[in-house]
């Protein structure tokens, strides 16, 4: 298995910009796709990012796209999500995931490594 921390959520204003984190345990860190994902209060967990195990490939829902970047650092053990043009509606609790699988997957039950989730609130 492979354990994930996420780190840099909290309170910023509608269109303001936060950059999440998700540290990695494993050293073959990349082996692994990573995917971000979101749950928000009375709602499904929704998917956001995916990036490859390299890093050469990523895919974002619509509703981030053009505002969400996710990438990296397999020498740091570390993906990003970098979040800008934040709205209300992007308030959640951000998870990060890995999988091994290499087609491109969006669905949680294809994500069995999960970190504890960190908290996004964006005020209006």
């Known amino acids: 298995q492979v354990q994930l921390v996420e780190s840099g959520g909290g309170l910023v204003q509608a269109g303001g910009s936060l950059r999440l984190s998700c540290a990695a345990s494993?050293?073959?860190?990349?082996?692994?796709?990573i995917g971000w994902f979101r749950q928000a209060p009375g709602k499904e967990r929704e998917f956001i990012a995916r990036?490859?195990?390299?890093?050469?490939?990523?895919y974002y829902a619509d509703s981030v796209k053009g505002r969400f970047t996710i990438s990296r650092d397999n020498a740091k053990k570390e993906v990003y999500l970098q979040m800008n043009s934040l709205k209300p509606e992007d308030t959640a609790v951000y998870y990060c995931?890995?999988?091994?699988?290499?087609?491109?997957?969006?669905?949680?039950?294809?994500?069995?490594?999960w970190g504890q989730g960190t908290q996004v609130t964006v005020s209006s």
């Open positions: 995931a890995a999988t091994r699988l290499l087609t491109i997957v969006t669905s949680e039950t294809s994500y069995p490594y």
């Open positions: 494993r050293r073959t860190f990349s082996v692994y796709a």
């Open positions: 990036i490859s195990g390299g890093g050469s490939t990523t």
